[in-house]
C-alpha cells in the first residue's frame, strides 16, 4: 500500500501561482509513476501531467501549455506540481495518484491505485 498526501491548495488571483505537494509513505519503493489529476464542479476528473519516479520524466496534457511544471525529490518522496499563470478555469480539487507498475497510458485513470484525498486550488478573476 501507498499512501498519498497532498497539499498547497488555496485561494489565488488569475495570473498568481501555487505549488502543490504530494506525499508519499508506505511501499514508497513500489511506485513507478505519480500522476496529477484535477476535477472542477460537474465535470470529470482529468489528467494534469504525471512524471516516473525514477527517472524524472514528466509528461503533460495538453491544457498544460507549458505553465506547469512537475518535480519529484526522491529523498523526501514528495512530488511537486508548481502552476504558474493560473486561469479561472484551473478551479478545481486536484488529486496525486500512484501507478505501481506501468499498467496503462500516464492519462489513464484506472493506471492508478492509489489516491490522494485532494486539495483544493481555487482562481479568482
Known amino acids: 500500500q501507498v499512501q498519498l498526501v497532498e497539499s498547497g491548495g488555496g485561494l489565488v488571483q488569475a495570473g498568481g501561482s501555487l505549488r502543490l505537494s504530494c506525499a508519499a509513505s508506505?511501499?514508497?519503493?513500489?511506485?513507478?509513476?505519480i500522476g496529477w489529476f484535477r476535477q472542477a464542479p460537474g465535470k470529470e476528473r482529468e489528467f494534469v501531467g504525471a512524471?516516473?519516479?525514477?527517472?524524472?520524466?514528466?509528461s503533460y496534457a495538453d491544457f498544460v501549455q507549458g505553465r506547469f511544471t512537475i518535480s519529484r525529490d526522491n529523498a523526501k518522496n514528495t512530488v511537486y506540481l508548481q502552476m504558474n499563470s493560473l486561469k479561472v478555469e484551473d478551479t478545481a480539487v486536484y488529486y496525486c495518484?500512484?501507478?505501481?507498475?506501468?499498467?496503462?497510458?500516464?492519462?489513464?485513470?484506472?493506471?492508478?491505485?492509489?489516491w490522494g484525498q485532494g486539495t483544493q486550488v481555487t482562481v479568482s478573476s
Open positions: 508506505g511501499r514508497t519503493f513500489t511506485v513507478s509513476r
Open positions: 495518484a500512484c501507478d505501481p507498475d506501468y499498467s496503462g497510458p500516464a492519462y489513464f485513470k484506472a493506471a492508478y491505485d492509489y
Open positions: 512524471i516516473i519516479w525514477s527517472s524524472g520524466l514528466p
